[in-house]
């Protein structure tokens, strides 16, 4: 079972506005597993702007065998020239160079 437990934003000086979502899964775990601290999976996913799926991270946490909880951030809009991907910043010019 997974379930979404929180949806926010945060602001930062230099990146604007992140939005999140805080996911906790405990599929197909026994009693005592679901009460044992969970792992805390931050993922950086947002390559194409959008959130991972609930189902994609269920799939994660079965095969962990572990209660976890998925921070889920999104890269935020582009903010004073920069762009966003994979948690790291960047400016056009900088990504033509890659």
């Known amino acids: ?3 979404q ?3 926010d934003h945060f602001y930062g000086r230099g990146f604007g506005r992140c939005c999140y979502k805080v996911y ?3 599929a197909d775990l ?3 597993q679901t009460k044992s601290r969970p792992w805390l999976v931050v993922w950086l996913h947002g390559m194409d702007h959008g959130f991972i799926s ?3 991270l269920e ?3 079965r095969r962990l065998n572990r209660r976890v909880v998925f921070m889920v951030p999104l890269n935020p809009k582009e903010w004073n020239g920069l762009h966003f991907n994979w948690g790291c910043a960047f400016t056009r010019e900088q ?3 890659a």
Do not use: F, G, L
Request: aromatic share 10%.
């Open 59 to 61: 799939t994660m946490q």
């Open 54 to 56: 609930p189902e994609e």
């Open 95 to 97: 990504n033509k160079k």
């Open 24 to 26: 906790e899964s405990t």
């Open 30 to 32: 026994s009693r005592w």
């Open 1 to 3: 079972m997974i379930r």
């Open 5 to 7: 437990t929180w949806e």
